[in-house]
Structures are given as structure tokens and as C-alpha cells.
T-cell receptor, first 117, second 116 residues
Framework: AQKVTQAQTEISVVEKEDVTLDCVYETRDTTYYLFWYKQPPSGELVFLIRRNSFDEQNEISGRYSWNFQKSTSSFNFTITASQVVDSAVYFCALSEARGGSNYKLTFGKGTLLTVNP | DTAVSQTPKYLVTQMGNDKSIKCEQNLGHDTMYWYKQDSKKFLKIMFSYNNKELIINETVPNRFSPKSPDKAHLNLHINSLELGDSAVYFC???????????????FGPGTRLTVL
């Protein structure tokens, strides 16, 4: 069975600090997809990134970057120069490439990031 | 403009009542989902539908019945509401794609259900 672990329940930083959110996953499949979602205090779930298991290239999008390492089954998320608007719960999720339309997202428990001014 | 919408946003009701939550997506997606987020923020899938066909039913009590009148709509009806049903319910959809895009789910704003 697939599993996603976000060991950090809460992180608190001061604005402009860099912060890394950890995500470790378990799956028996060789083909799978990893995701990060952001849930700000307003409550909606915002898609940030998808990475497939065959692509271990790191990705950077503005102040956000993601480090995917298959060897350690990790998909970590770094926010550089954090801002107050980054305060949110961040979820890591996993989807296995099963047949048909069975695309179930398994979520980690989330990390609450608080960025203080 | 709204991609995935849900109504109502808030729902407060008494134990034992029956209620429905509606979901609509205008993204042209083929697959729709219901997730439940509990008070500890844990998100778990309940159902998925592909082109009006039930694909996933994750050991949800049969008091919960999803209904998909067409592929743009997936409604959730809950009978005999219990205190433990209080949660935020999210609808999501994902596109038909030959690549990983079909795994990407876009979520609605959520419906906060409170059972008194």
C-alpha cells in the first residue's frame, strides 16, 4: 500500500528565512506521481507541482524548489526567502499509475508552515 | 471563471438529517472525486467517478451516496447524518490525458459540514 509521511507537523520561521518541508513516500509501483498542494488559511487546496517517477530533475519555480530523490524515496520542498503569504498547510501526495481511471491521491498529514514578520 | 465549484460552502445541520453537497467543474475533465478532510486536516479519498461511472469507493458508510448526472457534476448525498460526519468535504477533478496530467487533481473550495 502506498504511504506518504510528512514528519514535520509544524514549522515556524521568520520572514526571509529559507525553509524545507520534508516528504517521504512508500510505494511498490515503479511508475507513480508525486505532488505538493498548498492549503492557505482560507481553506482551498492549491496544486503546486507534479513530478513523475521517471523524472528526477529538480525543479525551481520562483522562490519554490523541489528535490526528488528516488534513492531515499523523498520529495522535499524548499521555499527560499519565505514570506508571510507562504503561511499555510502544505501537503505532499502520491498517485500510483494503475490501470483504468483509478487515480487515487494518498496524502501526507501535512506540515503547517507559519512565517512570522 | 470558477474551475471546480461546490455548494454550499457551509452546511450546519442536526444529527439524523439528510443533506446534499453539489459539485460542478467547467474544465472538461473526465474524472471527479470526493475527499474528506477531518479536524486534524487529514485528507482521504471517498469516491471517484469517471464519465459517470463509479471507480473508487473507499470503505465509506453506505449513508454516503455519490451521484453523477453527467461528467461535469458529482454530487454527494448523506443520509442520517452523524456527529462524526462533521468535516470539510472537497470535490476535485482531473483531466483525460495520455500522460501524468490525468493524475493531477484540481480541487474545489470545500464544504464545511457541521453536524450538531
Amino acid at each position: 500500500a502506498q504511504k506518504v509521511t510528512q514528519a514535520q507537523t509544524e514549522i515556524s520561521v521568520v520572514e526571509k528565512e529559507d525553509v524545507t518541508l520534508d516528504c517521504v513516500y512508500e510505494t511498490r509501483d515503479t511508475t507513480y506521481y508525486l505532488f505538493w498542494y498548498k492549503q492557505p488559511p482560507s481553506g482551498e487546496l492549491v496544486f503546486l507541482i507534479r513530478r513523475n517517477s521517471f523524472d528526477e530533475q529538480n525543479e525551481i519555480s520562483g522562490r519554490y524548489s523541489w528535490n526528488f530523490q528516488k534513492s531515499t524515496s523523498s520529495f522535499n520542498f524548499t521555499i527560499t526567502a519565505s514570506q508571510v503569504v507562504d503561511s499555510a498547510v502544505y501537503f505532499c501526495a502520491l498517485s500510483e499509475a494503475r490501470g483504468g481511471s483509478n487515480y487515487k491521491l494518498t496524502f501526507g498529514k501535512g506540515t503547517l508552515l507559519t512565517v512570522n514578520p | 471563471d470558477t474551475a471546480v465549484s461546490q455548494t454550499p460552502k457551509y452546511l450546519v445541520t442536526q444529527m439524523g438529517n439528510d443533506k446534499s453537497i453539489k459539485c460542478e467543474q467547467n474544465l472538461g475533465h473526465d474524472t471527479m472525486y470526493w475527499y474528506k478532510q477531518d479536524s486534524k486536516k487529514f485528507l482521504k479519498i471517498m469516491f471517484s467517478y469517471n464519465n459517470k461511472e463509479l471507480i473508487i469507493n473507499e470503505t465509506v458508510p453506505n449513508r454516503f451516496s455519490p451521484k453523477s448526472p453527467d461528467k461535469a457534476h458529482l454530487n454527494l448525498h448523506i443520509n442520517s447524518l452523524e456527529l462524526g460526519d462533521s468535516a470539510v468535504y472537497f470535490c476535485a477533478s482531473s483531466p483525460r490525458s495520455t500522460s501524468g496530467g490525468r493524475h493531477t487533481q484540481y480541487f474545489g473550495p470545500g464544504t464545511r459540514l457541521t453536524v450538531l
